[in-house]
């Protein structure tokens, strides 16, 4: 079974960049310098902030995602340099202003282990003064209980590629590990089920977080529940983070 990242034109069409784009294009240029983004895919956030003549570094694991960022980047002339490795461990012999993943990619991160090892990638990257960014979804228990292989309607999205786009789930979350192992059902006008898709994601506590970010030497010095700065509380469906290294 294929995954998203083996669709990159129907993942854009899904996941739409919009506030992400502003919200991270206005970090970048704050910060100054160099901007790395990990989990960059199609380079929807990455390309924008290297648009505004900021050094920038879009790395993945999906070559498939990172060949058509190559290719919009050169389109809009905007200088990206892209790297394909895996965010857990990573060596670019260099350090950034601004290190970043959006839209729940750390969530791909299924253990523990794992997000502590992507924090010390990060923090053995990020300048003195740099920031670590990353948006990931507050979660909701209540959605996470539905009755494993329950079919949902999930969103309903016109695209420029494919038309209406009708999305379906199902979820089968695991409590003990903190992941759901989901199904997407994606039909077009035309076909029923035309694709079906897997999405794995781990839920980060809110109270869990701060632990984990201190095993790799760095610390939580905001948390909002939206990209317009709301303060972050139990109704807040994201949280929006910034992190920098820890003094110790």
Known sequence: MSDFYD??????????????VPFYVDLAR????????LACGTGQLSIPIAAHGLP???????EAMLKVA????????????????????????????????????LLHLLSAADLVAA?????????????????IFNPDVRL????????????????????LLRVEATNDYDSATQVNRSLWYISTPDTQDAWVVPLVLRSIFPQELPLLLSAA?????????DFSGSPFARASRMQVCLCRQSAQ
């Open 7 to 20: 669709h990159p034109d129907l993942y854009d069409a899904l996941f739409p960049a919009g506030a992400h």
């Open 30 to 37: 704050r910060q100054g310098g160099a901007a790395l983004e």
């Open 56 to 62: 920038t570094v879009g790395l993945d694991q999906s």
């Open 70 to 105: 190559r290719r919009r980047a050169s389109e809009v002339k905007a200088p990206l340099m892209v790297v394909q490795s895996d965010m857990r461990d990573f060596a670019l012999n260099r350090e950034f202003n601004l290190i970043f993943v959006a839209r729940n990619s």
């Open 119 to 135: 924090f010390g990638s990060v923090r053995r990257h990020l300048a003195p003064d740099g920031v670590f960014a990353f948006d």
């Open 144 to 163: 996470l209980a539905r009755s494993v292989g329950q079919r949902f309607p999930l969103m309903e999205i016109e695209t420029t590629s494919f038309g």
């Open 217 to 225: 030497g760095l610390e939580l010095i905001s948390r909002s529940g």
